[in-house]
């Protein structure tokens, strides 16, 4: 359950700010005239009655509905233990681990819809054999972390952990055995010019339990920073919400600058799918962003 | 007409064609339609063009429209979508991603003019909301600003009532550290 609380001091704010840029009746007016005309030059009502203009239409004030603030019972005690992750980085031999698997870029055999298959890089998707591959890993770091285990991130350079600390740890843990785990795969490329070949600017590979969120925090200015959250819909389907930035100098484990990156995405993705995202950033530089999802404990394995 | 429900309006319209029963339509939701793609786009010009196409769409789509759902649900899908649809395309043009926020501690006008901070809060407010990714900003829009219950928003947005409750909480976690210097 998720519990939502008001925040009556910010919320009157924002009302404030709505109420002044709300536009005068006039506009309006002017407005519904130009939408009607734009619905008779579409032809829309060809076969229709002659359209009324909106003064032929008896006034009355539209009237905004007060905001019905709901006091769910919560999941606020899931986010504030999220308020209290840790994220560790793991020695060397974790990230051997990982990184041995991330080598396996190339050999993907995912189950991408044939329409796909055009679009997207083998090296975006995650395989069956990789999947496979993070579950022994999953497997492992529960048996080292147990209940305190959060998420488990892989950047180009780091290998990281997320821990809930003693005291939060809970059944909502990623050694909770009925939760559903989700693989993502976020690869970001770039290019200069659309002349020139893409390259990878940032790649993370997740695991994390659904509806959780996770945050990889920069650890000095020059890092990137990735917050997302994955959420298993009833129907099997899984929605993505997840933010991205890097600065100038912050691509790790890459020795080359990058141009700075700030995106947002939401994708309602099937399990095994990719998505593209292509943006223009600042300077020409062009970038595209693949992003992967699988759920771990319900197909594989 | 004025007390006729909007799915008997939809009716009038499929089966009889009468124009003025979208007009009805629009005048009881053109504000509040608008209202909601100011607040995601932040643009007067842009929001009119958006809302335009929202009810361009909704028009051309309403035979599909199933008289066991709500209009307003339907018609607030449609405009979201559409708003989304704009944010991206807005988005694949050029921006500057250096771009920040204003400090809110610095930008404020030491003058006693009260309207002056008040705009200046305007501004800081806007700023922060546009900040938030375009589906966090979604979810304070219709919950927070216009008055759809978590359920109903979820509804529109296609996406569970949880998934509106996580947006929610972190729209106003966001929203809060930026304007810290006016909440405290």
């Not at chain 1, 892989?154 to 005291?167: A, K, N, Q």
């Amino acid at each position: 359950m998720n519990e939502n609380l008001p925040d009556d001091r910010l919320d009157n704010m924002l009302r404030d700010w709505a109420e002044e840029r709300t536009v005068s009746s006039e506009h309006l007016d002017n407005l519904q005239d130009r939408i009607v005309e734009a619905i008779g030059d579409e032809n829309l009502s060809s076969d229709r009655t002659v359209a009324t203009s909106r003064r032929q239409v008896a006034t009355s004030a539209v009237s905004r509905p007060e905001p019905p603030y709901t006091r769910r019972p919560i999941s606020l005690r899931r986010v504030s233990l999220v308020s209290r992750l840790v994220g560790v980085t793991l020695l060397a031999l974790l990230a051997f681990i990982w990184s041995a698997q991330l080598a396996d870029y190339g050999h993907s055999t995912g189950q991408l819809a044939d329409d796909e298959r055009a679009e997207i890089p083998d090296y975006a998707r995650l395989s069956e054999s990789q999947l496979r591959e993070r579950m022994i890993v999953l497997s492992e770091m529960k048996g080292v972390f147990g209940k305190q285990l959060h998420w488990l991130a892989e950047t180009d350079s780091r290998f990281e952990v997320g821990l809930r600390d003693g005291s939060s740890a809970s059944d909502e843990s990623l050694s909770s055995g009925d939760a559903l785990e989700i693989a993502v795969r976020v690869i970001v490329e770039e290019r200069s010019s659309s002349r020139d070949e893409w390259r990878r600017a940032w790649s993370v590979d997740v695991i994390s339990q659904s509806e959780e969120v996770v945050e990889l925090a920069a650890k000095d200015a020059d890092q990137s920073t990735m917050t997302m959250w994955a959420y298993v819909l009833p129907d099997g389907m899984v929605a993505i919400d997840s933010e991205l930035s890097f600065s100038e100098n912050g691509n790790p484990g890459t020795t080359e600058k990058a141009a700075p990156f700030r995106a947002a995405f939401s994708n309602v993705q099937k399990d095994r799918q990719s998505s593209e995202e292509l943006l223009n950033g600042a300077n020409g530089v062009e970038y595209r962003v693949f992003q992967t999802v699988a759920i771990l404990n319900k197909k594989v394995g | 007409m004025v007390n006729t429900p909007d799915k008997q309006l939809i009716e009038l319209f499929r089966k009889n064609g009468r124009q003025d029963a979208i007009d009805e339509l629009m005048r009881r939701h053109l504000s509040r339609v608008r209202s909601t793609v100011f607040q995601m786009v932040h643009n007067d010009s842009e929001a009119d063009d958006v809302t335009q196409e929202v009810f361009l769409r909704a028009i051309r789509g309403v035979e599909t429209f199933d008289c066991r759902a709500e209009f307003s649900t339907w018609l607030y899908r449609v405009t979201m979508n559409t708003t989304y649809s704009y944010l991206k395309r807005r988005s694949r043009s050029p921006v500057d991603f250096h771009s920040e926020l204003n400090d809110p501690t610095t930008s404020a006008d030491s003058s006693p003019d009260r309207a002056v901070l008040q705009a200046e809060l305007s501004t800081e407010v806007e700023t922060a909301v546009a900040s938030l990714s375009p589906t966090l900003r979604g979810a304070v829009v219709l919950v927070c600003l216009q008055g759809f219950s978590p359920a109903e928003a979820a509804d529109i947005e296609g996406c569970s009532a949880d998934t509106i409750h996580w947006r929610i909480h972190e729209g106003r976690r966001k929203l809060k550290r930026l304007l810290k210097e006016h909440l405290s």
